[in-house]
Nanobody, 126 residues
Framework: QVQLVESGGGLVQPGGSLRLSCAAS????????VGWFRQAPGTEREAISC????????SYVDPVQGRFIISRDNAKKTVYLQMNSLKPEDTGVYFC???????????????????WGRGTQVTVSS
């Protein structure tokens, strides 16, 4: 059973940066793709980015492309989301999620993900 725990959220001013972490319990962590999702109040959970297991290939949604960077350290069983140039519309609860992956690219489709963390709040406000 994969367990995921997010950390690193907080309050930041527009234009600022935060780095989120997603720590996993599964010891074969490098068999899983990991994604970050965001949910603002009253909205559906939306995909932000994903990273494949071994080659580290990534995918981003357009609103965060060039501002956010996803990375992973398989030895530490941790995935990071570096968020720069934050905007008020980036506010929400950020979740990481994982699914077992083989040879395909990682997906931003929420339904593919089997394991979810409980989320960490990010608030961008002056």
């Amino acid at each position: 059973q994969v367990q995921l725990v997010e950390s690193g959220g907080g309050l930041v001013q527009p234009g600022g940066s935060l780095r989120l972490s997603c720590a996993a319990s599964e010891f074969v962590f490098d068999s899983y793709a990991v994604g970050w999702f965001r949910q603002a109040p009253g909205t559906e959970r939306e995909a932000i980015s994903c990273i494949k297991n071994r080659d580290g290939s990534t995918s981003y949604v357009d609103p965060v492309q060039g501002r956010f960077i996803i990375s992973r350290d398989n030895a530490k069983k941790t995935v990071y989301l570096q968020m720069n140039s934050l905007k008020p519309e980036d506010t929400g609860v950020y979740f990481c999620a994982a699914y077992r992956i083989f040879f395909e690219s990682c997906t931003l489709l929420r339904g593919h993900y089997d394991y979810w963390g409980r989320g960490t709040q990010v608030t961008v406000s002056s």
